[in-house]
T-cell receptor, first 112, second 116 residues
Framework: AQSVTQPDIHITVSEGASLELRCNYS??????LFWYVQSPGQGLQLLLK??????LVQGIKGFEAEFKRSQSSFNLRKPSVHWSDAAEYFC??????????FGTGTLLAVQP | EPEVTQTPSHQVTQMGQEVILRCVPI?????FYWYRQILGQKVEFLVS????????KSEIFDDQFSVERPDGSNFTLKIRSTKLEDSAMYFC??????????????FGSGTQLSVL
């Protein structure tokens, strides 16, 4: 079955600290992988995506993610978190048609 | 950056009533989608729409749901007789052509539907 697991429902980090949000997926074919961010009252904004090629993907706002096929993971990282990064983060997997399967999300809080 | 626009941002309705959620996709886009997110749960795919017909739908999208592109700009989701469990955030999304590395799905900011 196709699914995405984000094991951390809520994470709190201090401003300036590093961040890693976990994502594991189950998908029958070669996956297209995505990370979206949702700020309160906003839509889902694409941070980055992996389709093929280099397994380390750079995105907007200083985020990156690494695709590890052997671990079925696509974890999101940022070396130094800013207060404005507080939001909910969704990992998603899909195929060429862009029908996406989302994880339950990780709510990130940033302490001053 | 272009935007997908959804109206209203919040909708409250009585159980059994019909609701229409409205979306204005990005103007040159050809593929349209509805997703929903029940509070505390995953964002779930409902339906995709291309060339004036449904191209794929999920098990959630039963006979109570319908979609329409009544003119060249709007894309609507109708729920004929709302149930309490239809309460959710509904997201519209669109993209320009067949998926590939350079394609991107644009999401609207959602309509929060509350069924009382």
């Amino acid at each position: 079955a196709q699914s995405v697991t984000q094991p951390d429902i809520h994470i709190t980090v201090s401003e300036g600290a590093s961040l890693e949000l976990r994502c594991n997926y189950s998908y029958g074919a070669t996956p297209y992988l995505f990370w979206y961010v949702q700020s309160p009252g906003q839509g889902l904004q694409l941070l980055l995506k992996y389709f093929s090629g280099d397994t380390l993907v750079q995105g907007i706002k200083g985020f990156e993610a690494e695709f590890k096929r052997s671990q079925s993971s696509f974890n999101l990282r940022k070396p130094s978190v800013h207060w404005s990064d507080a939001a909910e983060y969704f990992c998603a997997v899909g195929g060429a048609t862009n029908k996406l399967i989302f994880g339950t999300g990780t709510l990130l809080a940033v302490q001053p | 950056e272009p935007e997908v626009t959804q109206t209203p941002s919040h909708q409250v309705t009585q159980m059994g009533q019909e609701v229409i959620l409205r979306c204005v996709p990005i103007s040159n886009h050809l593929y349209f989608y509805w997703y929903r997110q029940i509070l505390g749960q995953k964002v779930e795919f409902l339906v995709s729409f291309y060339n004036n017909e449904i191209s794929e739908k999920s098990e959630i999208f039963d006979d109570q749901f319908s979609v329409e592109r009544p003119d060249g700009s709007n894309f609507t989701l109708k729920i004929r007789s709302t149930k309490l469990e239809d309460s959710a955030m509904y997201f519209c999304a669109s993209r320009s052509r067949t998926g590939g590395e350079n394609e991107k799905l644009f999401f609207g900011s959602g309509t929060q539907l509350s069924v009382l």
